[in-house]
């Protein structure tokens, strides 16, 4: 008992104490040294955690050529949450010293055999390897995703914004809810955000059902018994995913424009010119089968590997059953098919969802329409929200509609995703 | 049992050494006391020791005009410079980024219609050195555009605005009318076979404002500087609009087909006898080997329209640690004999009053056109208000094209959806 | 009897195969002709890709000359070359140690690790590019390849991850149980006997990995910053992005010059995604 709980008050006044107490050397030198640099780094996280409280106190000042950059609010936030995941990693890794200081002393005190040096890395390996395998993946979501994130929705909590909330010139405060109030008042940029949200959900479900039908069609052919030469098919097929997007939808914008070859040759044919990009359902229509087209083919590789990876001995089961074709693709091929790739569907709606790229090079949001607010009728959420960001500086606003965004996109995704068969049934397989 | 030591401490040292540098990086030094400066009001203004420039402008000719002055500044005052091309749309949005982190430009070019925005966020520095010559050398316009709240923040490198194109294929002289044109256009014009008589980016506030402007229309009051005061629905704007629809008879039937790209191709095969353009259209016409022609914009009802003139700013930026020697060189750039070298390489007028009269600018049939119409050109406003403009009254201008709203009712509602992104930003 | 039947059957068949070749020539010109648009308009001279008819009227390589004369292009195209070789070699090794891991292991988090990841991936990317940015600013990977591939490597995984996870499935959990007895450790059992198993899907990472780059604008604007840094997709989409930068037809070149590479590899590969994975089924 004396053993443990010296161990215990050791490791609690000094990183690794406990360790030495058990004359675990190499280990105690170990948390030691970690507990050194957070000492060294105690007065910087700590600074920086008010930092992250305050957002600065001095703003720029200009006398002549002596500019004194006062205190940059954005960059204060970052390094304040930096400081806060420091601190946290050292308080894990402080409570994880004092957990193992005091396994070492019991077992001592049991007298267990303890591993020591290679065989305790052995060990700890063993123990550990799904999290040391998930380490750089993690780490990587942490900072290069979750974090980014975390900043833009503290943003949406400060006055961020053109004109007079910008730094260096002009310090950034918190407001609270402020933003989201603003933005309930805002009655009629609540119409645009309503009309750009019911676009913006059938633009995702569309585009993601005739990327994947697409590719389901291109690939059941291209695998069809009886038809040649079908890496030659597939190669063409393929064509629209190696060009590169951003100039193939800037090729399809000036085809199908009113001035176009498309409509060149209608009315050299004595045809009517077609309004494509110009009458607001037509553009739309237009957008998302011109997106089918540069979507489908990734599908189509993607739905040529799986259809292959479904057993031959299901359908030899099926014909002899007397099942016909279109029963045979309705009860084997789809479901499976969907249970393979739900995750990507999935993640594909998301990413329509969000798919900027091919607005911007298509539409640009156009035709206009003037009852919407800094949007045309082709927007999506995601274009309207860029054009508020960029244009109008309005980053706290800006913060608060991805909020809802990432909110209403992110729950449509879980719910529907947790429902599906491949994550429930993801243990039976 | 040494191995074991030597894997530990290397472990540890990796840790220890990775943790700390990557947490030093995050920790601010003391806040830097300014160093105090000797006094400067007393004698010429000198290149700090050991400066060195870093200047952002577009690629291209600008570009080569930079290099080029980079190299004689060398000479004269030994402080390097050095040129990246960053385009001048991009500056701005560039520097609020690199500023902060340390890497951004010294000097750095961006449209003045930008300066309200470069000044409330704090990224330039007044100018300190070259004020006095900018009041009484410079055109009035480029005057108005480097000033902002009665300092003058920037040094003006060129004006532009934009001019009547013509193709000499189809049209012998320019039209100094509109009814000429119109009158020209109505036996030109053939919309199904893509022939018209005019063609420009009908829903572009920057091309519009001419004919907004051109009988009493403004977008902001007293010079461009009140924001409480938009005169973009007033009586004389909405006159002015309905001018520019009248040439739907002879040009595009609907907005949304006009393109930058459309314009050119059309243009260039002769099939839009006329269009509305910039001088940074000169090169890739003449690269296409197109006949044509440039002239003022022609007068409507007798009036002459009144384009938007941009002018092109050079900034110090304000994270600059060689401030002295930045504003030097943009005081170097903006001399008599730097701009007249600007203008040999990019034909872009110089916005100094002398140099105007110098005969090769004068008489140079690729800038008179421009210069001619400059006389009529209002400046754009440069306050920060200006952003919330461009894409209301750019959308009030295609619907009032496209005839789904009156010229009253399409700009009413710009007026309105602009009022109500100033409050929402207050 | 039987005879009839069979030339029934044939001619059916005859008259479905016929069927289905048509729909394949008709798709093939759809999606040929925009690209064949493309083409034509790299040859074409002046700088406009708009022409009101479709075949230009006089052909011309000087696009190609000037791409390799006075523009950046090699350099860019080194430059990308470079980031989607390495982004494709981390992105492949972490994203199958990943999924491997959460397809063969159980352990406290797991579900909420996998949906979190899943969760993230929907926020709109660029909406939190500035703190990307300011990130890599502080690890001082402004401006350098490494930041962008990291960011790349990075955010490719969640996505990834659950693709290959879901291929994992696939593959029998006897196979690696039986390893495991004969002493077999994580990684041996990893490298020996999933990994081959899994080619198909692991191609298929890998030429997506690879073509990424070659894509995209968007991150390299931002994170790269000198001009000799830049890579393709930057590079030549400012030929046509600014005011006065109309360069459609250069632009088109440079285009048909990163599709070539993608196409050719994508030729190659393509057995290896398609008919591995049959025989991946067959050997489970």
């Known amino acids: ?429 | 049992m040494n191995k074991k030591i030597l894997l530990a401490s290397l472990l540890s040292g990796l840790i220890l050494s990775s943790v700390s540098a990557e947490a030093g990086l995050f920790f601010k030094k003391k806040k830097e006391e300014p160093k105090k400066q000797e006094a400067s009001t007393t004698g010429e203004i000198m290149p700090e020791a050991g400066a060195e420039l870093r200047v952002w402008e577009s690629d291209g000719p600008e570009g080569e005009f930079l290099e080029l002055a980079g190299k004689k500044f060398e000479e004269k005052y030994g402080v390097k410079v050095q040129y990246e091309p960053v385009g001048m749309t991009d500056s701005i949005g560039r520097l609020s980024q690199d500023g902060p982190a340390g890497i951004g430009a010294d000097v750095f070019v961006f449209p003045h219609d930008r300066l309200g925005e470069a000044v409330s966020s704090g990224l330039v520095m007044e100018n300190l050195v070259s004020a006095d010559r900018i009041s009484s050398d410079f055109m009035d316009a480029a005057k108005i555009a480097s000033t902002f709240e009665g300092k003058i923040m920037a040094w003006p490198l060129s004006i532009e605005t934009y001019a009547l194109f013509y193709n000499k294929d189809v049209l012998d002289s320019a039209p100094a009318t509109f009814e000429e044109l119109i009158d020209f256009g109505k036996s030109f014009t053939d919309k199904n076979n893509n022939d018209f008589g005019i063609f420009w980016e009908v829903g572009n506030a920057y091309y519009g404002h001419a004919f907004l402007a051109m009988d009493g229309g403004y977008i902001f009051g007293s010079n461009g500087t009140d924001a409480s005061d938009i005169g973009i629905n007033n009586e004389g704007a909405v006159r002015g609009i309905q001018n520019m629809i009248k040439l739907k008879e002879i040009s595009v039937e609907k907005s949304g087909d006009v393109s930058y790209a459309a314009m050119m191709g059309l243009f260039q095969e002769g099939k839009a006898a006329t269009i509305i353009n910039g001088p940074w259209a000169i090169k890739d016409l003449k690269n296409a080997g197109t006949n044509f022609g440039i002239a003022p914009l022609p007068t409507f009802d007798g009036k002459h329209l009144r384009s938007f003139s941009g002018v092109r700013l050079m900034g110090v930026s304000s994270y600059s640690k060689y401030p002295k020697a930045a504003q030097l060189f943009a005081k170097f750039v903006t001399s008599d004999e730097m701009l007249l070298e600007r203008y040999k390489l990019t034909k872009q007028i110089p916005p100094v009053k002398t140099l105007l009269n110098a005969p090769e600018i004068a008489n140079d049939p690729e800038v008179l056109p421009f210069l001619q119409q400059a006389q009529y050109a209002v400046p754009m406003p440069a306050i920060p208000e200006m952003r919330y403009m461009w894409s209301p009254v750019g959308a009030a201008l295609s619907e009032a094209w496209d005839g789904k709203a009156t010229v009253k009712e399409a700009l009413d509602t710009a007026v309105k959806t602009m009022k109500e992104a100033m409050n929402a930003a207050k | 009897m039987a005879n009839t039947t069979k030339v029934q059957r044939k001619l059916l068949r005859f008259i479905e195969n016929t069927i289905v070749y048509g729909i394949l020539i008709l798709i093939a010109i759809i999606v040929i002709l925009p690209v064949v648009w493309i083409v034509l308009s790299s040859f074409q001279q002046g700088t406009s890709l708009y022409s009101s008819t479709f075949i230009p009227k006089k052909l011309t390589l000087v696009h190609y000359k000037e791409l390799f004369t006075k523009t950046d292009f090699p350099i860019w195209y080194m430059n990308t070359l470079k980031i989607a070789f390495f982004n494709m070699i981390i992105g492949v090794i972490v994203t199958t140690l990943t999924a491997y891991t959460f397809s063969r292991y159980r352990f406290r988090g797991r579900k909420e690790m996998m949906i979190g990841m899943l969760i993230l991936q929907m926020f709109p990317s660029f909406l939190s590019m500035t703190a990307i940015f300011v990130l890599l600013t502080k690890l001082q990977l402004v401006d350098s390849h490494w930041g962008l591939i990291i960011v790349y490597a990075a955010g490719q995984i969640p996505y990834n991850a659950w693709l290959v996870k879901g291929y994992f499935e696939g593959i029998p959990k006897s196979l690696d149980e039986a390893a495991r007895v004969d002493g077999a450790g994580h990684l041996t059992i990893f490298w020996k006997i999933i990994m081959p198993l899994a080619r198909p899907i692991l191609v298929l990472i890998a030429l997506t990995n690879f073509t990424g780059p070659w894509f995209d604008f968007i991150f390299p604007k931002l994170i790269l910053r000198s001009r000799f840094k830049k890579t393709l997709a930057v590079g030549i989409f400012e030929w046509v992005q600014g005011r006065a930068d109309n360069n459609f037809t250069l632009f088109a070149a440079g285009s048909l010059l990163v599709a070539i590479p993608i196409l050719i590899l994508f030729v190659f590969l393509q057995k290896n995604i398609v008919e591995g994975l049959s025989q991946g089924a067959t050997k489970g």
């Open chain 1, 1 to 429: 008992m004396k053993r443990k709980q010296l161990t215990t008050i050791f490791s609690i006044v000094v990183m690794g104490g406990g360790h030495f107490v058990n004359k675990f050397f190499l280990k105690g030198l170990f948390f030691f040294f970690i507990g050194l640099t957070f000492i060294y780094n105690l007065p910087g996280i700590l600074q920086n955690t008010a930092g992250l409280i305050s957002l600065g106190d001095t703003p720029q000042t200009v006398k002549g050529f002596d500019i004194i950059q006062g205190d940059h609010s954005i960059l204060m936030m970052f390094d304040g949450v930096i400081s806060v995941i420091l601190f946290i990693f050292y308080a894990l890794v402080y409570f994880y010293s004092i957990k193992d200081a005091r396994r070492i002393a019991e077992q001592i005190e049991k007298g267990e055999t303890i591993l020591r040096g290679k065989d305790y890395l052995i060990h700890f390996y063993e123990e550990n390897f799904p999290k040391i395998m998930l380490t750089p993946a993690i780490l990587g979501t942490i900072f290069f995703t979750a974090l980014p994130i975390l900043i833009t929705i503290m943003i949406a909590f400060t006055n961020y914004s053109a004109p007079n909330h910008l730094p260096p010139k002009s310090l950034v405060d918190w407001v609270g809810f402020q933003n989201f109030i603003n933005i309930i008042k805002l009655k009629s940029w609540a119409g645009t955000f309503g009309r750009l949200a019911g676009w913006t959900v059938i633009w995702a479900v569309a585009t993601t059902f005739l990327n994947y039908a697409g590719g389901l069609v291109l690939a059941l052919l291209t695998a069809k018994k009886g038809i040649k030469f079908k890496g030659f098919w597939r190669s063409i097929f393929v064509l629209p995913y190696a060009v590169p997007a951003f100039i193939s939808l800037l090729v399809f914008r000036l085809m199908f424009s009113g001035v176009g070859p498309v409509n060149n040759m209608l009315a050299s044919f004595g045809l009517e010119k077609i309004p494509f990009f110009t009458d607001p359902l037509l553009a739309k229509i237009m957008v998302i089968l011109i997106n089918t087209w540069a979507g489908a083919p990734y599908f189509m590789i993607l739905i040529s590997g799986s259809l292959t990876n479904i057993s031959s001995s299901l359908y030899e089961a099926a014909e002899i059953d007397g099942a016909t074709r279109y029963e045979q693709f309705r009860h084997i091929t789809l479901p499976l098919l969907l249970f393979q790739t739900a995750p990507v569907l999935i993640l594909s709606f998301a990413y329509n969802f969000n798919n900027f790229g091919a607005i911007y090079l298509l539409t640009d949001g156009n035709p206009v329409n003037s009852s919407l607010k800094y949007a045309g009728e082709t927007d999506i959420l995601v274009t309207w929200l860029y054009k508020l960001t960029l244009d109008h500086q309005q980053y706290g606003m800006a913060g608060v509609i991805s909020i809802i965004l990432f909110a209403f996109i992110a729950s449509i995704s879980l719910y529907n995703f947790t429902r599906s068969k491949s994550f429930k049934e993801e243990d039976m397989i």
